[in-house]
T-cell receptor, first 117, second 113 residues
Framework: GENVEQHPSTLSVQEGDSAVIKCTYSDSASNYFPWYKQELGKRPQLIIDIRSNVGEKKDQRIAVTLNKTAKHFSLHITETQPEDSAVYFCAASWGVGLTGGGNKLTFGTGTQLKVEL | AAGVIQSPRHLIKEKRETATLKCYPIPRHDTVYWYQQGPGQDPQFLISFYEKMQSDKGSIPDRFSAQQFSDYHSELNMSSLELGDSALYFC????????????FGPGTRLTVT
């Protein structure tokens, strides 16, 4: 099955700095890579995602890059703010719109991001 | 916009008891997923349903069962509860024809004493 590794496990940055979180996956069939933000005791919140036919995607201060050959993808947050402090999870799935299955998410182990004033 | 609804939000049970968790997906979403998240852990996939049929199965104990009903809501039934079942249980939904995005409900916090 799919295995997703995520680094670092904790990340502390100063407000306004950039933060980068990296993930690697094992299954070359995976083709969908979402990132979730989770505050303590709350639901995982989808913040950005990328499909395997795209190398990079950006949404305001958040961007994700994907290297299919190396099987790794990264989350970049620029101009960090205190409200960015949370646990961030990367995930992978191989769902290609299959009606019989797929799409289950395999998560990385999470990165606790702390943005300090 | 309507979101995934889960009930109850909190549940306290004793060992060997049973529990039923309910999930109401976003309207027009046809696929439901259940995930279990232990303290400090990442969410672990349990089971999923597409159009009321089981579509995938993960690390779900035999003591657990689930189904999706004709109105697309889903229920996770847990029997012979153990202390280790204490966790946050999330339901997520997606619309297969609309893409791969999964949106999570607020979760049910199950505490087994």
């Amino acid at each position: 099955g799919e295995n997703v590794e995520q680094h670092p496990s904790t990340l502390s940055v100063q407000e306004g700095d950039s933060a980068v979180i990296k993930c690697t996956y094992s299954d070359s069939a995976s083709n969908y890579f979402p990132w979730y933000k989770q505050e303590l005791g709350k639901r995982p919140q989808l913040i950005i995602d990328i499909r395997s036919n795209v190398g990079e995607k950006k949404d305001q201060r958040i961007a994700v890059t994907l290297n299919k050959t190396a099987k790794h993808f990264s989350l970049h947050i620029t101009e960090t703010q205190p409200e960015d402090s949370a646990v961030y999870f990367c995930a992978a799935s191989w769902g290609v719109g299959l009606t019989g299955g797929g799409n289950k998410l395999t998560f990385g182990t999470g990165t606790q991001l702390k943005v300090e004033l | 916009a309507a979101g995934v609804i889960q009930s109850p939000r909190h549940l306290i049970k004793e060992k060997r008891e049973t529990a039923t968790l309910k999930c109401y997906p976003i309207p027009r979403h046809d696929t439901v997923y259940w995930y279990q998240q232990g303290p400090g852990q990442d969410p672990q996939f349990l089971i999923s349903f597409y159009e009321k049929m089981q579509s995938d199965k993960g690390s779900i104990p035999d003591r657990f069962s689930a189904q999706q009903f004709s109105d697309y809501h889903s229920e996770l039934n847990m029997s012979s509860l153990e202390l280790g079942d204490s966790a946050l249980y999330f339901c997520a939904s997606s619309r297969l024809a609309g893409g791969y995005e999964q949106y999570f409900g607020p979760g049910t916090r199950l505490t087994v004493t």
